[in-house]
């Protein structure tokens, strides 16, 4: 936590990926690198991991929440949202022990399946958005900046 504490202010994102999770199995790891893999290349950014908590303003959480809290994939769409837009950001290496999921949050359940997948769509039009007006939504508050 210090490590990623320590960058309060100073960037717009602070995002933790995980180098070792002890306790997560091969077929976890592998969806989780395929997730990334295919928000990495619909986003069109390289970040390392969207599936844990990230160190952001409140005000870009409280703007981005309420159309999209419900939606498996909620800090995919917001880094991603956030990135377009020209925030600025580190990823921080960390490792961790990896919890037992409760059946219901399975990404293998049809539900959690559809739901990301209106993420990924979400994700790729946006980027499309970007590509043919030349930016994104609304620039974001820059860290230090109320």
Do not use: Q
Request: hydrophobic share 40%; charged share 25%.
């Amino acid at each position: 936590m210090v490590e990623i504490f320590k960058h309060l202010g100073k960037y717009d994102l602070v995002i933790p990926y995980y180098v070792k999770v002890e306790g997560k199995t091969l077929a976890r790891d592998i969806i989780s690198r395929t997730y990334t893999l295919l928000v990495n290349t619909l986003g069109g950014h390289r970040i390392h991991y969207y599936n844990g908590s990230c160190l952001i303003r409140r005000y870009e959480v409280m703007r981005w929440a309420p159309r999209n809290a419900a939606f498996t994939g909620f800090f995919a769409g917001l880094i991603t949202d956030m990135l377009n837009r020209g925030a600025s950001h580190i990823e921080v290496a960390l490792t961790g022990r990896h919890a037992k999921k409760e059946k219901e949050l399975s990404p293998l359940k049809f539900k959690t399946f559809v739901l990301i997948g209106f993420t990924l769509l979400d994700i790729f039009i946006r980027r499309i958005e970007r590509g043919v007006t030349g930016h994104g939504s609304r620039p974001v508050k820059k860290a230090g900046v109320r």
